[in-house]
């Protein structure tokens, strides 16, 4: 597909539910007793892999006619074994969480995943799930495919996050609904707290302390019954963030992204977007499902390149890679370190983004632990590279996003990923275009 400079975007669009919010919707609910019902759920591939591994696991998981989900659950400790291996397709999030989950029942699940997913490291839950009693055996270097031993009684734990992953913290707090005694992570650095959110909201004996250097330390009680809840997934802000960027970098372009997530610890972008000088607002706050929700209105802006600090990164950490974008249309540099995550998510972002925005004409230099971008101060890119997407759906809407500012076409050589996490992305998009 590909994508070159063609006027203004401008309307008000919803983008899908979240995704993070939509894997936990579905995993609490399959753990919960009774019925729960999950409105605006995200059904993009990594959630469908989800709700297909909590059925095998047990759980009665119904899409009705009118969107919402029904899950009848099968309550902590009752997730039964699986007939066969468990396909995550891309998604690292489904994979890590349910290794949690499966850690401290006692049956046996094999993972496998696709060829991205399958390059990713696991040792970062493999290790503290192994110190609860769980056999794991893995591919070479922690990989998929890999196999869960369960046990019952797992042994619960006090576990310092060696790296800012929710995903790790997750899967412990998972394991730990099914461990006799209380399981504890301490998070240096604090990430997305969705699943302490809905923890919480379905009843588990869950506690938060947050210390004077902001070290929080999370207890959560083995053995207590999650009840069937109704939930209601905000939009996603990480989905949300490449039609902001889109508004702000496309000349004459007014766009409000509506039903928003803004948990501070998910909505680091849109803070660093203002400081470099966006036309940026949220209005309408509310409250959404536990989760502070917003519209966000952008107007095209001049941007200024800053210094990114790191302490922002775990709470922007999806964004990054449509941030490079909205830096080399800024004036002057922008310095984004601290981000060796970004190097084992679904591609190596920090190397493909460089390659790519190099290859359409941005001036960028590579670090091991970030970018460094000198901006064009608004003028268009060159354009006309194809872009190798490397199986990661943002890297294809990251550039997506960087062809909507292009004299010549960016072309992304593969786009089907983009199903994991944002289906309509490109309906939104001629969308937004069309209405300009
Ligand atoms: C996620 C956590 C983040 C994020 C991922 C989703 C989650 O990963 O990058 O897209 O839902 O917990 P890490 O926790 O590994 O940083």
Not at 224 to 233: C, D, F, K, N, S
Not at 292 to 314: K, N, Y
Not at 384 to 392: C, K, P, Q, S
């Amino acid at each position: 597909m590909s994508f070159q400079h063609s006027g203004p975007l401008c309307g008000a669009v919803r983008v899908p539910g979240d995704k993070s919010i939509s894997h936990r919707a579905l995993m609490l609910s399959a753990l919960a007793v009774g019925e729960s019902v999950v409105e605006g759920l995200l059904e993009g591939e990594d959630v469908l892999a989800t709700a297909a591994a909590m059925r095998a696991m047990g759980a009665h998981i119904e899409r009705r006619a009118d969107g919402r989900w029904h899950i009848q659950g099968v309550g902590v400790g009752g997730l039964t074994q699986p007939a066969a291996p468990v396909e995550m397709g891309n998604s690292g999030t489904s994979t890590r969480l349910l290794m949690g989950l499966v850690a401290s029942h006692p049956i046996s699940v094999t993972f496998t995943g696709d060829a991205s997913l399958s390059g990713r490291p696991m040792g970062r839950v493999i290790d503290p799930l192994t110190l609860m009693g769980a056999d794991i055996s893995a591919s070479p270097g922690g990989r998929l495919p890999l196999t869960v031993r369960g046990t019952r009684p797992a042994a619960p734990i006090r576990y310092t996050l060696p790296m800012a992953s929710a995903q790790v913290k997750s899967a412990i707090l998972l394991a730990g609904l099914n461990t006799p005694g209380t399981t504890q992570v301490i998070e240096p650095v604090p990430t997305r707290d969705h699943s302490e959110r809905m923890l919480q909201g379905f009843g588990a004996e869950l506690t938060v302390e947050t210390d004077a250097g902001g070290t929080r330390t999370i207890s959560v009680k083995g053995g207590a019954e999650l009840r069937a809840q109704h939930i209601t997934v905000p939009g996603d802000p990480s989905s949300a963030a490449f039609l902001v960027v889109a508004g702000l970098i496309v000349p004459g372009s007014a766009v409000t992204v509506e039903n928003i997530g803004i948990n501070p610890t998910r909505a680091g972008l849109f803070g660093i977007l203002q400081a470099m000088g966006a036309d940026l607002t949220m209005t309408n706050r509310r409250t959404v499902g536990g989760e502070p929700v917003a519209d966000i209105v952008v107007r095209h802006s001049p941007l200024t390149g800053i210094a990114v600090p790191e302490a922002v990164a775990p709470s922007m950490i999806d964004e990054y890679p449509v941030l490079f974008v909205a830096a080399a249309l800024a004036g002057g540099r922008t310095v984004m370190r601290g981000l060796d995550e970004l190097r084992v998510k679904e591609s190596d972002r920090i190397a493909v983004m460089a390659r790519g925005l190099r290859a359409i004409g941005a001036r960028v230099e590579e670090l091991p632990d970030g970018l460094i971008v000198d901006g064009t101060g608004g003028a268009a890119l060159a354009g006309g590279a194809t872009i190798a997407a490397e199986l990661d759906h943002r890297i294809a809407m990251s550039f997506t996003v960087a062809g909507l500012v292009a004299d010549a076409p960016v072309t992304i050589d593969d786009v089907a990923p983009v199903a994991t996490s944002f289906p309509n992305f490109f309906d939104l998009i001629g969308r937004l275009r069309a209405t300009a």
